[in-house]
């Protein structure tokens, strides 16, 4: 079993920055972030390998966001810079037994979510 706990969520500025981070509990391996806006699909933002050896990133926020971990801690993070207002979204964490899983589906634990305005 495992249980996942986003934290960082926030209200900020267009333009400005956030990070979002994940503390896992129980063994995880790839590690992806996604969100959701009001009246929306979830849909993915990046994802990372359990060592961190690959990443991925929707072309939406490619060069702006970046993913990490710290196998040490359990905890993925989610760096996001240059945020616009279209970023606004609860933002989840999730894991996935399958390498470099990027779909909604691949994924079998998540988190509660965290919440992120951008203003204009």
């Known amino acids: 079993q495992v249980q996942l706990v986003e934290s960082g969520g926030g209200l900020v500025q267009a333009g400005g920055a956030l990070r979002l981070s994940c503390a896992a509990s129980?063994?995880?391996?790839?590690m992806g972030w996604f969100r959701q806006a009001p009246g929306k699909e979830r849909e993915f933002v990046a994802a990372?390998?359990?060592?961190?050896?690959?990443?991925d990133y929707a072309d939406s926020v490619k060069g702006r966001f970046t993913i990490s971990r710290d196998n040490v801690k359990n905890t993925v993070y989610l760096q996001m810079n240059s945020l616009k207002p279209e970023d606004t979204a609860v933002y989840y964490c999730?894991?996935?037994?399958?390498?470099?899983?990027?779909?909604?589906?691949?994924?079998?634990?998540w988190g509660q979510g965290t919440e992120v305005t951008v203003s204009s």
């Open positions: 129980g063994r995880i391996s790839t």
């Open positions: 999730a894991s996935s037994p399958r390498f470099g899983a990027t779909m909604v589906a691949q994924y079998t634990y």
């Open positions: 990372i390998t359990s060592f961190g050896g690959s990443t």
